[in-house]
């Protein structure tokens, strides 16, 4: 049934209860759920777990290339793994970026890929299909974690991004774009795999707002978005955006750039999302993860309820613990949480009261 009520509310049509998405990384509850072993077997564990949770969608991205993979061929050997985060799926960083000044930064070449189109689109494909194959229960959609400005970020980190964006905005257009055009490549690719959804994934946005001036992303940013978009858009692929932080003061313009739906964080304000959009496009998230770590299960239950009420009548909203859900998460605010969205989860009516 996943399967199918995710596709469903990703086109807005009603479903017999609210569907849910989660970024699942707890390896205890991965454990119980699933009844294996996850450490040897870690994506199955986890296919088997979302598929005891009834969930419908999976978080998928995959890209030609990493900055990752860059940083390495310049030198960076040192990488850490943040296993506080989840013992089973650790968060991967490197320590220092390598990048020693802003000309650097400026003057680099991304590099080109030598793989052709129908390459590409075999290797998606190839990929995708692994995945789907594995969340044979779930809406596994395309999806790609740097979109435009999350290259730069990748490859040299914030703090280097931002000096070489104030210190030539024309030679920085220049840097981005080339980054953009592999974007231009995949999307194209990715448009020609037969999926159904896609996730556009771009941090361009904080807590407290956006990180640049809406007005610079409408100048660099917002125009690729289309772009990029538009490929997939032209083949029936809904598009959902998302980004880190309170992206209130962008959202009008991501729906403007051809966005299906958005992915929000707590920070965001889903009421006005809800009330504005709530018929037209897809919202997914919202959920505090602060409050499934640090409060109590009555506290829980309470959050589940608020984001019901707010969009739990739009016909393509999805409860989503934005984020992940790692492994300080306590096991009982878990079984809480999965249990509220069980409790409130069933469609309310449009005219129902709270």
Avoid at 109 to 135: A, G, M
Wanted: proline content about 5%; hydrophobic content about 35%; glycine content about 6%.
């Amino acid at each position: 049934m996943g399967y199918e009520r995710g596709l469903s509310a990703i086109y807005l049509e009603e479903t017999d209860r609210i569907p849910q998405v989660e970024y699942m990384y707890h390896t205890e509850f991965i454990r119980r759920l699933s009844g294996m072993d996850p450490f040897a077997a870690p994506k199955e564990a986890q296919a088997r777990a979302y598929e005891k949770l009834d969930l419908d969608l999976v978080f998928y991205t995959l890209q030609s290339w990493e900055p990752r993979d860059d940083a390495r061929e310049r030198g960076v050997s040192r990488f850490t793994e943040g296993e506080d985060w989840s013992s089973l799926f650790p968060t991967v960083w490197r320590e220092t970026f390598p990048v020693s000044s802003v000309e650097e930064v400026l003057s680099y070449q991304s590099p080109r890929s030598d793989r052709s189109l129908d390459e590409l689109v075999e290797y998606f494909s190839q990929r995708h299909e692994e995945e789907q194959r594995l969340f044979r229960a779930q809406l596994v959609p395309g999806g790609y974690y740097c979109t435009a400005f999350m290259w730069p970020v990748n490859a040299f980190g914030l703090e280097w991004t931002l000096r070489a964006a104030s210190a030539s905005p024309s030679r920085f257009e220049a840097m981005l774009n080339r980054f953009c055009e592999i974007s231009m490549r995949d999307f194209e690719a990715w448009s020609r795999c037969g999926i159904e959804a896609f996730i556009s994934h771009d941090d361009i946005c904080m807590t407290e707002g956006p990180i640049m001036n809406p007005a610079w992303y409408r100048r660099y940013v917002f125009p690729w978005y289309r772009r990029l978009w538009t490929p997939l858009r032209n083949r029936g692929i809904k598009v959902l955006f998302c980004s880190d932080g309170n992206i209130d003061m962008v959202v009008d313009d991501v729906f403007e750039a051809g966005a299906d739906g958005v992915i929000v964080e707590p920070s965001t304000d889903m009421r006005h999302i809800a009330e504005r959009y709530g018929d037209s496009k897809v919202i997914v998230g919202n959920v505090d993860l602060r409050t499934l770590t640090f409060k109590g299960e009555t506290e829980v239950a309470e959050e589940v309820r608020r984001c019901v009420q707010t969009a739990g009548h739009c016909p393509g909203y999805f409860i989503n613990v934005t984020g992940s859900i790692p492994d300080n998460v306590p096991i009982g605010n878990l079984e809480a949480y999965f249990g509220a969205c069980r409790k409130y989860g069933k469609r309310p009516r449009r005219d129902a009261g709270s």
